[in-house]
C-alpha cells in the first residue's frame, strides 16, 4: 500500500467511523509497520485470504502477475506484498 493511499484511507476512516474507539484503532491499523505483510504464504494461506483458487495463483505466477519463491522442489510461497499489490486491497489474516 503506497502513501498516497495511506493518506486517502485515512481520511475516509476520520470521516466515516463514528466512534472514537474505532476511529483510532483503524488510523493505528493504517499506521502499523508492514513487516509481516511481507511473510510468506503457504499456497493454502494465499488462497484463503485472496479469495481464490490454488489454479488462480498458478496463473497469475505463469502471467507474471505473481513471483511465487520455491521452498523446496514442490512447495512455493507467495509474498502477501505482492498479493495486496495485485489484489489493490490489504488481505487480514
Not at 463514528?18 to 509497520?33: F, G, M, Q, V, Y
Request: net charge positive; hydrophobic share 45%.
Amino acid at each position: 500500500m503506497n502513501a498516497e493511499t495511506r493518506r486517502t484511507l485515512a481520511a475516509f476512516a476520520r470521516a466515516a467511523i463514528a466512534d472514537p474507539a474505532e476511529r483510532d484503532a483503524a488510523l493505528a491499523a493504517l499506521a502499523a509497520p508492514q513487516e509481516r505483510r511481507d511473510r510468506p504464504l503457504k499456497t493454502k494461506d494465499a488462497c484463503r485470504l485472496a479469495g481464490v483458487s490454488a489454479r488462480t495463483l498458478q496463473l497469475w505466477a505463469k502471467a507474471g502477475k505473481l513471483h511465487p519463491r520455491r521452498a523446496s522442489r514442490s512447495h512455493v510461497r507467495y509474498s502477501q506484498a505482492e498479493l495486496e499489490t495485485l489484489l489493490g486491497f490489504a488481505l487480514e489474516a
